[in-house]
């Protein structure tokens, strides 16, 4: 639940940096010299390549790995990762933003974008759908749900609101805003139980789940001379 509250706070505020990131890119125009329009066009299409490029590739490796990597570390990576390369955009925002170091800032908004998807964006509603017991499960996962639109509240009255005039310095302080809370979401990680290779039985301990488990281990054990 705290993770995705986290989480949330940090995904939804990316694009802060748009303003800033596309027309270096040369993928949409400044707002002043197009129509509505046009610029709604542009947005789009400067999304969608982000997306191609950084949040389709992060959910896929998702789905490759999630089994063989597990849960815990993909999320603790993607939380570790996003710290990083928002902290450094916060850092270095002025030198970014030239045009010179277009493809610099591109990567780490683009790997930032990846590590989400490819972390917490894809295992926080996953989680949740195999640790609480089956009674509850569904509450409960509409309850860290909406703890995770909280942190996207935040970041749209808040920390968007507080950039919205575009001075840099503010922008600055809210990346590193961000990358704290992605360290925080990295420390509540370690609270996550590991799902992986496990029956929804098993990990919840209802249904027999437990008692099959020990059922099949004592059919499986050799007879001793005493039975």
Not at 67 to 73: L, Q
Request: net charge neutral; aromatic share 18%; with cysteine.
């Amino acid at each position: 639940m705290s993770t995705w509250f986290l989480l949330d706070i940090a995904f939804y505020s990316q694009n802060l940096t748009q303003k800033d990131i596309f027309p270096v890119m040369g993928l949409t125009q400044k707002a002043t010299e197009v129509n509505a329009l046009r610029e709604m066009f542009e947005t789009s299409r400067a999304m969608f390549v982000v997306a191609l490029l950084g949040t389709f590739p992060g959910y896929w490796f998702t789905v490759f790995f999630i089994e063989s990597i597990g849960r815990f570390y993909i999320q603790l990576v993607g939380f570790f990762m996003m710290t990083i390369f928002m902290f450094i955009m916060g850092l270095k925002y002025d030198y970014l933003k030239n045009k010179e170091h277009k493809w610099i800032f591109a990567a780490l908004y683009g790997l930032t974008f990846f590590f989400a998807n490819f972390g917490p964006n894809s295992t926080t509603f996953v989680l949740p759908a195999e640790l609480f017991p089956t009674r509850v499960r569904a509450t409960c996962h509409a309850i860290s749900a909406a703890s995770g639109k909280a942190g996207a509240l935040i970041s749209a009255f808040f920390v968007q609101g507080y950039t919205l005039d575009g001075d840099n310095k503010k922008i600055q302080r809210a990346m590193y805003f961000l990358a704290f809370t992605n360290m925080l979401g990295f420390f509540c990680s370690f609270l996550v139980t590991e799902t992986k290779g496990r029956s929804l039985e098993e990990i919840s301990g209802e249904d027999g789940g437990m008692d099959e488990i020990h059922g099949t281990q004592m059919s499986n054990r050799a007879p001793t001379t005493y039975e």
